[in-house]
């Protein structure tokens, strides 16, 4: 189930908020099978997720955007009302497209902060800040668009929960640092 209440202040401000209730019955889980102790993939449990989101976007003249938004979940086992693993209670992204020349090139910063999350061995992956920004032209050349992108632009050290045994020994597995790409999108007309 989903509320969602959009409003728009003339043409350059749109707000929403929104709440939530998903409920997931059968869902896929690995467990072992107690007969001979082997891992199987089962329809077996049921998890609810509930919460809300509020967002806000902010376009100017210039040809410039603004977004925010903030979300609270909580996500639990309906069976046994633990929280569920790897599901961050809070999530928040703010970022903004500015025009830098006559709208064919773009300057793009984002910042995204992801909330700590429960591992499966019982700690915490700790939250964490990531900032990406990319600059994107358009027509460089006749029918050629191209960005460039660099995630993580300050090299931000985070860990995201593992998935347990047999899979990752680990309760946490470290993130990529800094890393860039490159996107060249050609159309033939």
């Keep these: 189930y989903e509320l969602i209440y959009e409003r728009y202040f003339g043409r350059q401000l749109r707000t929403s908020v929104s ?8 869902l896929i889980s690995q467990i072992t099978d107690p007969a001979d102790n082997l891992l199987q993939f089962r329809n077996v449990d049921h ?3 509930k919460g809300g989101e509020f967002e806000v976007e902010k376009a100017w003249q210039n040809g ?3 977004r925010a938004s ?13 929280v569920l693993t790897n ?6 992204k703010l970022g903004a497209v500015l025009p830098l020349r006559a709208q064919r090139f773009f300057v793009s910063p984002e910042a ?38 660099v995630y993580n632009l300050f090299d931000r ?33």
């Design 47 to 49: 998890v609810e997720a």
């Design 70 to 82: 903030y979300t609270l979940q909580k996500a639990k086992d309906r069976t046994t009302g633990m």
């Design 19 to 26: 709440a939530f209730l998903y409920r997931i019955h059968d």
């Design 112 to 149: 995204q902060y992801t909330g700590t999350r429960k591992t499966v061995g019982g700690g915490h992956a700790g939250a964490y800040t990531v900032v990406n920004v990319t600059v994107l032209g358009r027509e460089v050349v006749r029918g050629l668009d191209a960005s460039f992108t």
């Design 157 to 189: 050290a985070y860990a995201d929960p593992g998935a347990g045994p047999p899979q990752h020994i680990q309760d946490t597995i470290a993130q990529d640092g800094r890393n860039v790409r490159l996107q060249l999108t050609y159309r033939f007309n």
């Design 64 to 66: 410039a955007r603004g």
């Design 87 to 92: 599901s961050p209670e809070h999530l928040a």
